[in-house]
């Protein structure tokens, strides 16, 4: 008989009596000192990379007058930190050493993320696209309801709190000391350099409120029986927009 | 996780006198037919478990793609406020408690009881190191305008202060506070208008990660419990420590990800 059953009482093992366990059997590995300590080393090399890397693109932009494309520094930064994390797992967390099930449920994890992502991409990219169709049924959205801080009875203000706060301090303090404390808290050390400002030759976005933007009314609703000719939507809301479209009107007729 | 079990919990007449380290008294649980299968099965069961941590983070992840996506000045104009020197400090901190994490493991898997130890406080010393700085040079100025004061960045804002507190341990700094996710942000000096949105993210993605540091650091003092009360841990028996060791590295991991996406964009 050679089935599992008929182990001999020499080799009986109490604690596996069918001789089953031997399938499973393997050593426990015992990662070496030296290869942790050089993976904490090559761990911490890369987070000067990761740090260097985000300085030279400041640099650069800084420098060399030239705007890198917003990409750049997230791929740069991810590819660095999947690198640092595919050490850890394999090294650190022993997913190199121990049973590939374990692989296998952090792979299937990760794809699970992997989707999660790729189809809120796809949405996210496409939100911009609208069939022609249904153009005319888009509205201009809102931000009604926001108030001021967090209690239930803080008053609404149906504006960005952004604006809101800065209008309560200026009101409080006055323009000029408002602008005497923003000179010197919006230039915090910490801020990543020096911020470029648009040249002749170059024009860098420059991030803020845009002016009017919060002031907007919602059009009325399209009317598609309104005689011929009437003002676009948004023309009369949207003053910026307002010359560029008085040409096209006429031009339409 | 070690099944709670009368039999093989090894708190019983030997914690008064017994010779025997806790280690080479534990017996698998019956259902099992070795120690090697019960050890796979409770990584295998921590795996899983970690999974559905990376899920928990996935969402912010993908919460944080979203709103960048929309809103990319105002993270821009959001990660700016933040320091990267803290950043790149707490990460430098959570990797060598990496570290010695996994040198404890290995300490503890050749029966070097004492170094095993040693290295286990010195995991749980760097976890309380990183939630140090992040409360008091982060968190704290931020949500409230206060620093300590020895803030390295409170010089520049020395025409500010407007008043302290705890006999000057702590300075305000006028117009600095109010940084806060959501709702509750009250900063004047935004420029951006979707900055609340920015500091919704940051504080979800810091919190959670730091909660996470609390639970591990938790996790480390009970292993360091057992094994100065009865040696718990040794070359054939490790399974708490190993897990509670993935779990650390989980934390580790998570924060790869997020000092970059956090700090280091422009």
């Known amino acids: 008989m050679s089935t599992p059953h008929a182990a001999s009482p020499e080799v009986f093992n109490e604690l596996d009596p069918h001789g089953m366990g031997a399938a499973t059997k393997h050593s426990h590995h015992i990662v070496s000192g030296m290869t942790l300590i050089s993976i904490l080393m090559i761990l911490l090399g890369f987070t000067a990379v990761t740090v260097g890397a985000a300085q030279m693109e400041k640099w650069i932009e800084a420098s060399l007058h030239y705007e890198l494309p917003r990409w750049v520094n997230v791929i740069v930064a991810m590819s660095i930190a999947t690198v640092k994390a595919t050490l850890v797992l394999m090294f650190f967390m022993l997913l190199r050493f121990s049973n590939p099930i374990n692989t296998v449920v952090f792979l299937f994890c990760l794809l699970a993320f992997a989707l999660f992502l790729f189809f809120t991409m796809l949405d996210l990219g496409t939100r911009g696209m609208i069939n022609p169709i249904k153009a005319h049924q888009v509205e201009a959205g809102g931000i009604g309801g926001i108030r001021a801080g967090w209690r239930a009875d803080a008053p609404i203000i149906n504006q960005a709190p952004v604006v809101f706060w800065r209008d309560r301090k200026i009101a409080a303090v006055g323009i000029e000391r408002y602008n005497e404390l923003k000179n010197i808290l919006s230039h915090p050390h910490e801020g990543h350099g020096t911020t470029p400002v648009s040249s002749g030759n170059m024009s860098i976005n420059r991030p803020g409120i845009t002016a009017g933007l919060f002031n907007a009314v919602a059009p009325a609703p399209h009317d598609d029986h309104a005689p011929h000719g009437a003002a676009p939507h948004g023309a009369a809301a949207d003053p910026a927009h307002a010359p560029a479209a008085a040409p096209a009107t006429p031009a339409k007729h | ?266």
């Not at chain 2, 698998?28 to 899920?55: K, Q």
């Not at chain 2, 809103?71 to 990496?98: E, H, I, K, M």
């Open chain 2, 1 to 266: 996780m070690t099944t709670l079990d009368t039999r093989s919990n090894p708190l019983g007449a030997d914690v008064q006198g017994g010779a025997t380290p806790g280690w080479k008294r534990y017996i698998p649980g019956h259902h099992w037919r070795t120690a090697d299968e019960e050890f796979d099965a409770c990584t295998l069961g921590f795996w899983l478990f970690l999974a559905t941590e990376v899920l928990l983070f996935a969402g912010l992840f993908v919460g944080y793609t979203i709103m960048r996506f929309k809103f990319p000045d105002a993270f821009t104009n959001g990660s700016s406020y933040l320091d990267w020197r803290w950043g790149t400090l707490n990460t430098v901190v959570l990797l060598l408690s990496s570290y010695t994490m996994a040198a404890s493991i290995r300490a503890f898997q050749l029966d070097r009881q004492k170094q095993g130890k040693i290295l286990l406080s010195a995991t749980f010393i760097f976890g309380l190191v990183f939630l140090l700085i992040k409360f008091t040079f982060e968190y704290t100025p931020k949500l409230s305008g206060w620093f300590i004061a020895f803030d390295p960045a409170l010089p520049h804002y020395a025409s500010l202060i407007d008043g302290q507190a705890l006999g000057g341990l702590f300075k305000h700094v006028e117009g600095y506070g109010g940084k806060a996710p959501g709702q509750f942000f009250s900063y004047a000096f935004s420029e951006d208008p979707w900055e609340p949105l920015w500091w919704s993210i940051y504080y979800c993605a810091t919190g959670i990660h730091a909660l996470h540091v609390i639970i591990g650091m938790t996790l480390i003092a009970w292993c360091f419990r057992r094994a100065v009360l009865y040696k718990a841990y040794g070359p054939s028996h490790y399974t708490m420590v190993e897990n509670t060791g993935l779990y650390w590295h989980l934390v580790d991991l998570i924060w790869i990800f997020l000092f970059p996406l956090l700090y280091l964009i422009h």
